[in-house]
């Protein structure tokens, strides 16, 4: 069973600056992608950003040259770093690991953590 740990979640003005951290289970974590979503109050679940086991990042348009992700594969942990983020409600950013490299649809991930809240004020 694979168990996934977020955390950083909060509270941050827009423009601002905010680093997620998810905390894998698995063993053999540098075998793995991960992926990064995040969802809204009444709206589907978003495709953020995705990591390839070989380090190869895919971000959704909509976060392209704001975020990045990382992954550092000796603390089994895959980071989110959230630069000029823009004004809205609260979010809750999942971590995810993918069935396939390279997936960007909900129903192709397998495992998924709790996810921390985010909430970006104007």
């Known amino acids: 069973q694979v168990h996934l740990v977020e955390s950083g979640g909060g509270l941050v003005q827009a423009g601002g600056s905010l680093r997620l951290s998810c905390l894998a289970s698995m063993r053999t974590f540098s075998y793995y992608a991960m992926g990064w979503f995040r969802q809204a109050p009444g709206k589907e679940r978003e495709f953020v950003v995705g990591i390839t086991w070989a380090d190869e990042p895919h971000y959704a348009d909509s976060v392209k040259g704001r975020f990045t992700i990382s992954r550092d594969n000796a603390k089994n942990t895959v980071y989110l770093q959230m630069d000029s983020l823009k004004p809205g409600g609260p979010a809750v950013y999942y971590c995810?690991?993918?069935?396939?490299?390279?997936?960007?649809?909900?129903?192709?991930?397998?495992?998924w953590g709790q996810g921390p809240q985010v909430t970006v004020s104007s």
């Open positions: 995810a690991v993918p069935s396939r490299s390279g997936a960007t649809l909900p129903e192709s991930y397998d495992y």
